[in-house]
């Protein structure tokens, strides 16, 4: 039977090296738990989604990315959205090494 991916978005953390992320590098291991804040008042980008582990911001969601994730999270619904660390690569670029999954919560039965 096909199943239909919870998969909502893949990308890197923009901002990675700006923010607080180097500060908790130790931490971000595959499958870490993520929180994403929009953030409407941010004067470069009001649809801006930043991405935080516990306090710490690690940086944004892509500009060229975060539009669905900014509505959901405007109008109330980031309890249907579940946020990880999906890889790194401590090899690429330090605005490339890590990467999220966004992923829509299973509420099934069953």
Known sequence: MYEKSRKLLDCHIAGFTYYDGLDVIESLTLGTPVTLRSEPDNP????????????????????????????????GYSDILEARINSNNPMAHPENQYRIVVKIKDNRNG
């Open 44 to 75: 470069c980008d009001p649809e801006a989604v930043a991405i935080y582990y516990k306090e710490s911001k690690l940086g944004y969601i892509p500009q060229a990315k975060n539009n669905f994730v900014s509505q959901l999270l405007y109008f």
